[in-house]
């Protein structure tokens, strides 16, 4: 049954398909939205002039950086961000589908190949989504259909674009190694950062994620590039708890007592 079907019998009362694309959403929304007047919050801030222009590959096989940025809003450093966390994440996909299928488990089979179908249609690589759509398909009809080939291609697209990926990883290290000196960051202006975080993530607020570019900004190139970058991890996975602890230790850090102690 197409996926529409099931929405609208499940109750719905629409259906926007993966990828989303921005524009398409924003016209089946616009169908059911009442007019009125309403208070809009602002969670993302315009990029400052100041701010550096995201260098990428002019090509990655198998990913259509074009459409995947239109769904990105064309934010670079959050497409290259997001690529890494499919990485991270699905890496271990082809083994874990094949183990499903050989104990005979299609619905975690079936649930394993649309999971990556749907990350795979958000970041652009349109050749893994077809194939783990097709994949999808024959599993959930369960005909005893010889999945072998459907296999082949999915594991060969898969792969393709895990080594674009690496791809993108190593220009990542590349930038990373050629800010190898330290700076120290300006106190006066990342001390309330710090402060606005750590009420965010209490409140579990969806600002974390850009007061959280704003502290990368101010300390970029300072003696906590890993702490910023185990605090981020933290916040992409939603542990807040371990976040917390992180932005603790920053704020009692020698630099930022000796701040509060000279006031």
């Known amino acids: 049954m197409p996926e ?47 701010e550096e222009e995201e260098n990428l590959p002019e090509c990655l096989p198998g990913i259509d950086i074009k459409s995947a940025l239109v769904r990105f809003d064309g934010d670079k450093g959050l497409f290259r961000k997001v690529m890494l966390m499919f990485q991270d994440q699905q890496k271990n996909a082809t083994k874990e589908i094949l183990e499903a299928i ?22 652009g690589a349109m050749e893994l989504f077809d194939s783990a759509d097709k994949l999808e398909s024959a599993i959930e009809k369960r005909t005893g259909e010889d999945l072998a080939p459907l296999l082949n291609n999915f594991e060969e697209r898969f792969n393709q674009v895990m080594e674009s990926i690496n791809l993108l990883r190593e220009t990542t290290s590349t930038e990373n190694q050629a800010e190898k000196e330290i700076t120290e960051p300006d106190l006066e202006k990342v001390k309330p950062i710090l402060v ?36 981020e991890e933290s916040i992409d996975a939603f542990d807040f708890e371990n976040a917390k602890i992180i932005l603790a230790e920053i704020r009692q850090s020698p630099e930022f007592c000796n701040e509060r102690k000279n006031r």
Not at 8 to 34: S, V, Y
Not at 108 to 118: D, N, P, S
Request: overall charge positive; some cysteine.
């Open 196 to 231: 606005k975080l750590a009420d965010l993530i209490e409140a579990n607020s969806v600002e974390v994620e850009d007061y959280l570019e704003s502290l990368k900004k101010h300390m970029k190139g300072s003696k906590f590039r890993e702490e910023l970058k185990k605090f």
């Open 4 to 50: 529409i079907k099931k929405c609208l019998k499940a109750g719905m009362n629409d259906h926007a398909t993966k990828p989303i694309e921005p524009q398409k959403l924003f016209a089946t929304l616009i169908k059911w939205i009442k007019p009125g007047v309403r208070e809009v919050l602002v969670l993302r801030q315009e990029k400052s002039n100041e």
């Open 102 to 123: 050989e104990e005979s488990n299609m619905v975690v089979a079936e649930r394993l190949a649309h999971t990556t179908k749907g990350l795979a249609g958000n970041v």
